[in-house]
Nanobody, 127 residues
Framework: QVQLVESGGGLVQAGGSLRLSCAAS????????MGWFRQAPGKEREFVAA????????AYDDSVKGRFTIFRENAENTVYLQMNSLKPEDTAVYCC????????????????????WGQGTQVTVSS
């Protein structure tokens, strides 16, 4: 059974940084494309960032471009989300997601394209 476990969330002041981790088990991580999504109270889940199975391609929502970086360490079965210059509007529960990927460089940015989801980690940015 595929398991995704996020960590690294917390409370940070605006302008600060956090690094989220998502540890994967139960599937072949190196053949999976990965993504990060977030959901704020009263809002729908939204795309944040994605990375291809090879790590050669990434994609970001415009709201985080230039501030967030997604990267993966296949040897550790872990995908990371480095978040810098955090803003109060970044406050949300952040979840990672995984799916099998045939094409090594393809990224996926829609919730419906992912097969597996973690429980999420809370990120709160104070003003």
């Amino acid at each position: 059974q595929v398991q995704l476990v996020e960590s690294g969330g917390g409370l940070v002041q605006a302008g600060g940084s956090l690094r989220l981790s998502c540890a994967a088990s139960g599937h072949t991580f190196s053949t999976s494309a990965m993504g990060w999504f977030r959901q704020a109270p009263g809002k729908e889940r939204e795309f944040v960032a994605a990375i291809s199975r090879s790590g050669s391609s990434t994609a970001y929502d415009d709201s985080v471009k230039g501030r967030f970086t997604i990267f993966r360490e296949n040897a550790e079965n872990t995908v990371y989300l480095q978040m810098n210059s955090l803003k109060p509007e970044d406050t949300a529960v952040y979840c990672c997601a995984a799916r099998s990927a045939f094409l090594s460089a393809r990224v996926y940015s829609s919730t419906g394209e992912y097969e597996y989801w973690g429980q999420g980690t809370q990120v709160t940015v104070s003003s």
